[in-house]
């Protein structure tokens, strides 16, 4: 069975870093697609950053601080989150369009890992 696992949350203070993982587990073929979505409490999910290829997409209010990555070889993405502002605290979710051995291709939620920017 695919899964997907996060990890890397926290507690941190403004201006600090995190980096997020999102590391897929199963009977893998590909991932065609990753992205980060976060969402605070009384607001909608929101897309944080996009992965398609070699090709990234950045919410405006994220662009410049945070970096949208994958370790191909590891199946695992990675959220690099800079300048940490307080309106970044949310829960953070990884998905992912995964292809299995079987051919199979479905969207994938992480479960969630919460951010929380304090000062």
């Known amino acids: 069975q695919v899964q997907l696992v996060e990890s890397g949350g926290g507690l941190v203070q403004v201006g600090g870093s995190l980096r997020l993982s999102c590391a897929a587990s199963g009977s893998i073929a590909s991932i065609n697609t990753m992205a980060w979505y976060r969402q605070a409490p009384g607001k909608q999910r929101e897309l944080v950053a996009g992965l398609i290829g070699s090709s990234t997409n950045y919410a405006d209010s994220v662009k410049g601080r945070f970096t949208i990555s994958r370790d191909n070889a590891k199946n695992t993405g990675f959220l690099q989150m800079n300048g940490l502002k307080p309106e970044d605290t949310a829960v953070y979710y990884c998905?992912?369009?995964?292809?299995?051995?079987?051919?199979?291709?479905?969207?994938?939620w992480g479960q969630g890992t919460q951010v929380t920017v304090s000062s």
């Open positions: 998905n992912a369009v995964i292809k299995s051995r079987t051919g199979f291709v479905a969207n994938y």
